[in-house]
C-alpha cells in the first residue's frame, strides 16, 4: 500500500522558534491535509491542500503541497507551548476517494 | 464539532471475549470510519462505511468486523479479542462537498481498549 515518510519523528524546541516538517511519499497523491492531536484527544484537521504548488495559511501554520504531488510541507512560527503535540500529514490519492494514507507523526515538544 | 461520539472511552478485556466499539454521530454524514492508532505507526484504516450497510475494508481490518445498520451508528467488533488489538480506536466522518469526498476528517476522542 501507499506509504508517507513523515519527518522529523520528533523535535525538541524553545518557544518562538520555527518549526519546519514535512511529508513524502513514493506515489502521488491529490489531496494532502495536516491534523494535529493533543494528548488524550483525537486528531484534528489544522490544514487541507488541493493543488499542486498551493501555500495555505492558518494562522501561525503555513503548509504546502509540492509541485511534484509527492511531497508536503507544514511551517510553524514563533511557537508557543499550545503548539505541543503530534502532527500528522496525510494523503488522498484521488479526490473523492474514501481512503486516506497517514504519515506517522512528528512529535513537537518545546523546551521551557 | 462533528457530533462524533465513542464509546466506551476505555475498556480491558481479556483474550479471546468479543467487543464492540461505537460509534455515534448527530449530523447525517455519509462517511464513516475506523482507525486504530499505534506507537510507530500512526493511524491505520481498519474498516469505513459510505451508507448504510455499505461498507469497505482498510489496510488492517483482519480480525476485525463491522456494521452500519442506521446512518448515526458504526460498531466495530472485534470477535475474539487478541493482545495485538490492544490500540486506541478512533472513529472518523469526512466532509462532503457537492456530493464528493474531500478528505477532511473529524475524529471522536477515541476509545483505549487493553487485551490482556
Known amino acids: 500500500g501507499q506509504q508517507l515518510n513523515q519527518s522529523p519523528q520528533s523535535m525538541f524546541i524553545q518557544e518562538g522558534e520555527d518549526v519546519s516538517m514535512n511529508c513524502t511519499s513514493s506515489?502521488?497523491?491529490?489531496?494532502w491535509l495536516w491534523y494535529k492531536q493533543d494528548p488524550g484527544e483525537g486528531p484534528v484537521l489544522l490544514i487541507a491542500?488541493?493543488?499542486?504548488?498551493e501555500l495555505t495559511s492558518n494562522g501561525r501554520l503555513t503548509a504546502q503541497f509540492g509541485i511534484t504531488r509527492k511531497d508536503s510541507f507544514l511551517n510553524i512560527s514563533a511557537s508557543i507551548p499550545s503548539d505541543v503535540g503530534i502532527y500528522f500529514c496525510?494523503?488522498?490519492?484521488?479526490?473523492?476517494?474514501?481512503?486516506?494514507?497517514f504519515g506517522t507523526g512528528t512529535r513537537l515538544t518545546i523546551i521551557p | 464539532d462533528a457530533g462524533i461520539t465513542q464509546s466506551p472511552r476505555h475498556k480491558v478485556t481479556e483474550t479471546g471475549t468479543p467487543v464492540t466499539l461505537r460509534c455515534h454521530q448527530t449530523?447525517?454524514?455519509?462517511?464513516m470510519y475506523w482507525y486504530r492508532q499505534d506507537p510507530g505507526h500512526g493511524l491505520r484504516l481498519i474498516h469505513y462505511?459510505?451508507?448504510?450497510?455499505?461498507?469497505d475494508k482498510g489496510e488492517v481490518s483482519d480480525g476485525y468486523s463491522v456494521s452500519r445498520s442506521k446512518t448515526e451508528d458504526f460498531l466495530l467488533t472485534l470477535e475474539s479479542a487478541t493482545s495485538s488489538q490492544t490500540s486506541v480506536y478512533f472513529c472518523?466522518?469526512?466532509?462532503?462537498?457537492?456530493?464528493?469526498?474531500?478528505?477532511?476528517?473529524?475524529f471522536g476522542e477515541g476509545s483505549r481498549l487493553t487485551v490482556l
Open positions: 472518523a466522518i469526512s466532509e462532503v462537498q457537492s456530493g464528493i469526498n474531500t478528505g477532511e476528517l473529524f
Open positions: 506515489s502521488i497523491f491529490n489531496t
Open positions: 491542500l488541493y493543488k499542486a504548488g
Open positions: 496525510a494523503g488522498q490519492a484521488n479526490f473523492g476517494n474514501e481512503k486516506l494514507t
Open positions: 449530523e447525517n454524514h455519509r462517511y
Open positions: 462505511s459510505y451508507g448504510v450497510k455499505d461498507t
